[in-house]
């Protein structure tokens, strides 16, 4: 007779509602002695103004263009964009070889003039400025592109090239890979049980407090059941909304304060820049009616262990499903008992 079953140190799979897909969670793994990559933390004093940086006030891009004296969001054609609005439209098969051409266009949203500043560091009322911008990006290109997608990658373990606090947003025509895969799991639970699936997960979470890290009345942070990445989280709001650019203005700023409690809780949890990939995912511009979606937010970071440690994503990952060493619960734990005040605000009223 085998030993009773513990969720805290055996392994187990969790399914993902979302997309459809099974995640492998192997907590005994958390044990193992650490052997291998080390990074190095992202702990260096930037000033408020570099005169290298191509997305500071007043510099010149790459391109030749000069960034005007902006004081809150700047938003600006991606000099490298991903899209191009005049990509000829074509498509082919030939038996297994296809493909289709995309048009879209890719922008850089900077978040704050403030070179040093990232977005836990900024005030309610600088980061109610950033979701104003992110819902009128949705709006704009949106009443031109099937999706809009706004995301930020935060550090250069992320594959971020610059350090000035930035996001980006692309627009294309056609639905990406995972949001189509989640269009249809949506559409499936709301057909089945006439509610949308994320207000139905939200009041669960909410009801059974293992999982969440923080909220307000408008918004909630848990880290999802299902997470892949060690302190993944999933933003969802507490009323029914479909789009950035519907939310209303108290909706916006308990939104603007929720982000500060979530990346705060982040930087804190090993007293560096916390390293993320953070995305919005609004329902699909197809002038068709979504009732089945909600507007969420995933934050994936990589930091598995310390602030030199990071989760890869590789072998089994890459060949079989996604794989964690933490239960969602424990990480949940972990970034609730955090203060939501930044470590560096706390060091200098100490000091």
Known sequence: MGTPFDPTNDPHRRYNPLLGEWVLVSPHRAKRPWQGQSEEPNNEQKPGYDPTCYLC????????????QYTGTFVFENDFAALKKDTEVKSEKNGLFQFETEQGCSRVICFSPDHSKTLPELTDQERSDVVACWKEQTRELGASYRWVQVFEN?????????????????????????PAKKL????????????????????QE????????????DWVVVVPYWAAWPFETLL????????????????????AQILGDITSRYDNLFETSFPYSMGWHSAPFDNEEHPHWTLHAHFFPPLLRSASVRKFMVGYEMMAEAQRDLT????????????????????????
């Open 184 to 203: 249809l799991q949506l559409k499936q639970y709301f057909s089945e049980n006439h509610t949308p699936i994320l207000l139905d997960y939200a009041e």
């Open 154 to 178: 935060k550090g250069a373990m992320m594959g971020c090239s610059n350090p000035h606090p930035h996001g980006q947003v692309w627009a294309q025509q056609h639905l990406p890979s995972d």
């Open 57 to 68: 006030p007043s510099n010149t891009r790459v391109n030749g263009e000069v960034n005007p």
């Open 236 to 255: 969802l709001p507490r009323f029914d909304v479909q789009s950035m650019h519907h939310l209303n203005d108290a909706q916006s700023t308990a939104l």
């Open 206 to 217: 909410i009801a059974k407090d293992e999982r969440v890290v923080c909220k307000n009345d």
């Open 328 to 351: 969602p619960e424990q990480a949940a734990d972990r970034l609730k008992a955090l203060s939501n005040v930044h470590y560096k605000q706390r060091e200098n009223t100490n000091g």
